[in-house]
């Protein structure tokens, strides 16, 4: 599949919204461009849904969802999203795609935190989701970030002091290993992020100041939440940010929605819930479909599949609260695979661990990093990560800055490998439709019975590898519908007009086994149900059968006696 742009840059909000909107204009057939919310600052949240519309209207299909920047700083995230419409556009004539657009919806949401990302990528400093102060009304005492030497980055800054807790590697001299217990004579320095201090300081210890912009959206849902004092970023209750609320609504208000992608970085790897508790505590049915698609990703990615508890959190680490993920699967009930773009580490050869290794010797350390610095000169150039050069700071008088701008070398990948990360994710968003819930009439028989009356006959199947009820924990809601087949056009005598059916399993369902040289399928749950009626009509008359679900849209047939 072909896309047209260059990603050789991270996209501002205005050229965004100019993408999007020359996509509306462009095909009016396939999209239909909304604002889900205003944010503080007056952006739009831009959300387009694309889809054929010749074959059906946006909610009448089953749908993938996909989002970046509920991390504002988290920007691959948004180029992935970008890159996954382009994609569509630009390969119309592909089978796969027209297919996807015959028979699926795709929801897409570029930025969740247009403000946020905003100021990421238009200032010098970081946040985690939005830039307004919270929760603090106002900068607290501590080393702030700053650019204290104006060249545009904030890098490291490190102070010598006979206290100091490091000393410089003997491997690289840009790298900094931790201070021996027996180590006494030489220099030893303390290293902080650059900066300035806020506040009255006492002319002795260093202390960094909380960040000024600490909600994190993605601990604000209501699913595990927990408050400031527990989960740090979770905001004033679930929700309060407008944005996560504006995006919650947008999916509440569409059950066709039957799978979510959140794109992240960096790290490298594919998560699934969930987030707050061991996998061990859901569903297998739902824990295998998320395998499923993690070995998809995986295909695409070569990324590892983990589950957030379980494997991807160090094992010290406090529960993640309020997870959207987790949003996703316990209260609307479908999976949320989370992807991680961009892994620095692994680029440079350092062997990840999973969980996290928590031990690691200090000499491990100075390898791995030393690797990342070697790595570093080599792919993207000498001097992007600055040795350290000497300033002279307002308060802390000589100091010395170094380091490169973590932003565009660690975070999110160099611009230069920006296009190989967003594709290889494309490829995989654009598999997902396929697993979807699918409708299908399969077959439709009559029988004339005299009298001006017929017997209609008509069996109705999921040809997807989703259930029409996606996920197990779905079935709890009671407002999740299942399938029926409705018959128009006639009048029916015997039999209910919409034949309420329950749910049909899909391909995931079936228990396929191998054997030595045989192999064996067991069914655990109907894919196919049979509906019938008597009605009235005469010979030749046309009537329509429409199989809906509410996860699975609808699907139409017409026929006549």
């Excluded at 969802?65 to 630009?90: K, P, Q, R, W």
């Excluded at 409708?439 to 040809?463: P, Q, Y």
């Amino acid at each position: 599949m072909k896309h047209t742009h260059k990603y050789d840059h991270y996209y501002l909000y205005g050229e965004i919204e100019e993408l999007l909107k020359g996509y509306a204009d462009a095909h009016p057939e396939l999209t239909r461009l909304s604002s889900i919310g205003t944010t503080p600052e007056g952006r739009e949240t831009l959300l387009l849904s694309v889809t054929n519309r010749a074959t059906g209207d946006f909610e009448s299909k089953p749908a993938l969802y996909v989002e970046g920047n509920i991390h504002a700083g988290e920007v691959t995230g948004s180029m992935t999203v970008m890159c996954v419409l382009d994609t569509i556009f630009s390969s119309l004539d592909d089978p796969k795609i027209k297919a996807i657009l015959d028979r699926y919806t795709v929801y897409a949401l570029p930025r969740v935190s247009p403000d946020g990302s905003e100021f990421y990528l238009t200032t010098d400093d970081t946040l985690r989701s939005a830039p307004r102060l919270y929760p603090y009304p106002q900068l607290m005492p501590g080393l702030q970030r700053k650019d204290m030497d104006g060249d545009g980055v904030i890098r490291l800054m490190r102070v010598k002091t006979p206290y100091g807790a490091w000393k410089v590697s003997e491997k690289d001299p840009r790298a900094m290993v931790r201070r021996q217990p027996d180590d006494f004579d030489g220099d030893f320095y303390n290293v902080y992020d650059e900066g300035y201090i806020e506040g009255d300081w006492s002319g002795l210890d260093i202390e960094a100041a909380p960040s000024p912009y600490g909600n994190d959206f993605n601990r604000n849902y209501p699913i595990g939440w927990q408050s400031e004092d527990v989960q740090r970023g979770s905001g004033d209750y679930p929700l309060s940010n407008p944005e996560t609320r504006h995006n919650a609504d947008f999916l509440l208000n569409h059950p066709n929605v039957c799978c979510v992608i959140d794109m992240h970085t960096s790290g490298g790897q594919n998560l699934f819930t969930p987030g707050y508790k061991s996998a061990k505590q859901a569903d297998r049915h739902d824990i295998a479909i998320y395998r499923a698609m993690g070995k998809m990703a995986n295909q695409e990615n070569g990324y590892p599949v983990l589950n957030v508890y379980d494997d991807y959190m160090p094992q010290s680490s406090p529960l993640t609260c309020g997870g959207f993920d987790d949003f996703c699967h316990f209260a609307l009930g479908i999976p949320a695979m989370t992807i991680e773009c961009w892994n620095l580490a692994d680029r440079a050869g350092v062997v990840p661990h999973y969980p996290p290794k928590e031990d690691k010797t200090d000499e491990e350390k100075e390898e791995e990093l030393c690797l990342i610095l070697k790595w570093i000169d080599e792919n993207i150039g000498k001097g992007v990560y600055k040795e350290w050069t000497s300033f002279e700071h307002p308060q802390l008088g000589a100091v010395e800055i170094g380091g490169c701008d973590a932003k565009f070398v660690s975070q999110n990948p160099p611009k230069g490998f920006l296009e190989q990360e967003v594709q290889k994710h494309t490829a995989y968003i654009l598999r997902l439709p396929f697993i979807l819930p699918c409708l299908s009439v399969d077959s439709v028989k009559t029988e004339e019975l005299g009298g001006g009356l017929f017997r209609v006959e008509a069996v109705c199947g999921n040809r997807g590898f989703m259930p029409t009820y996606v996920f197990k924990e779905g079935l709890k809601s009671k407002r999740l519908k299942g399938v029926s087949l409705e018959i128009k056009g006639l009048e029916v005598v015997e039999g209910k007009a919409k034949a309420e059916l329950g749910h049909l399993e899909g391909h995931s369902g079936y228990n396929a086994m191998t054997r030595g040289t045989s192999m064996a399928t067991a069914q655990t749950a109907p894919l196919r149900k049979k509906a019938s009626w008597v009605v009235r009509g005469q010979k030749g008359q046309e009537f329509e059968l429409v199989c809906s679900s509410g996860k699975a849209g609808e699907f139409t047939v017409k026929a006549a006696l």
